[in-house]
T-cell receptor, first 110, second 113 residues
Framework: RKEVEQDPGPFNVPEGATVAFNCTYSNSASQSFFWYRQDCRKEPKLLMSVYSSGNEDGRFTAQLNRASQYISLLIRDSKLSDSATYLC???????????FGTGTQLKVEL | NAGVTQTPKFQVLKTGQSMTLQCAQDMNHNSMYWYRQDPGMGLRLIYY???????DKGEVPNGYNVSRLNKREFSLRLESAAPSQTSVYFCASSDSRPSYGYTFGSGTRLTVV
């Protein structure tokens, strides 16, 4: 079983829609979580950190549920420019190593 | 601009050839990492260096060696390239606070024929 699992998608949504991605992690010792965005043939870039209390950055909201060991990302009012692959990431300490999920592909269409 | 610089961006090797991928960061980060990314597999850690002078194996270290030359530079060497090492390689760096995440280089696309 992979340490961080995501639905690969693709999620095809119309512009303006709200879309949500979930991610589950298997290591209960994981301490911190992140969402990264990766555009086609580019490097991953940090989108936002995920806190137990939930956090919001503009149209993006991230939530963490430690009891069920899942993380979510909600994107409101989707833009064409949101089309990318979204990587769920867990930090479990020891050498500052991050474990990446395989990513969920989002395609926002006109 | 500050960041992580990888060279080369593209490379084609013949089976059995060797090469070194270079990575340098100018953010004064302590930790550096090498990942490979393959379709359906996600990013997998090859080697990492938590601080200058230390290196440790990650998830998929076989066939690779690394050198943390100084605080800025972390190189990845393929001694005898194999087709299974065809991949996109990313170098990354971070400071000691994981909440700030990693900064990645733009990647090296390696094809072994």
């Amino acid at each position: 079983r992979k340490e961080v699992e995501q639905d690969p998608g693709p999620f095809n949504v119309p512009e303006g829609a709200t879309v949500a991605f979930n991610c589950t992690y298997s290591n209960s010792a994981s301490q911190s979580f992140f969402w990264y965005r990766q555009d086609c043939r580019k490097e991953p870039k940090l989108l936002m950190s995920v806190y137990s209390s939930g956090n919001e950055d503009g149209r993006f909201t991230a939530q963490l549920n430690r009891a069920s060991q899942y993380i979510s990302l909600l994107i409101r009012d989707s833009k064409l420019s949101d089309s990318a692959t979204y990587l769920c990431v867990a930090f479990t300490g020891g050498g500052n190593k991050l474990t990446f999920g395989t990513g969920t592909q989002l395609k926002v269409e006109l | 601009n500050a960041g992580v610089t990888q060279t080369p961006k593209f490379q084609v090797l013949k089976t059995g050839q060797s090469m070194t991928l270079q990575c340098a960061q100018d953010m004064n980060h302590n930790s550096m990492y090498w990942y490979r990314q393959d379709p359906g597999m996600g990013l997998r850690l090859i080697y990492y260096s938590a601080s200058e002078g230390t290196t440790d194996k990650g998830e998929v270290p076989n066939g690779y060696n690394v050198s943390r030359l100084n605080k800025r530079e972390f190189s990845l060497r393929l001694e005898s390239a194999a087709p299974s090492q065809t991949s996109v390689y990313f170098c990354a760096s971070s400071d000691s606070r994981p909440s700030y995440g990693y900064t990645f280089g733009s990647g090296t696309r390696l094809t072994v024929v």
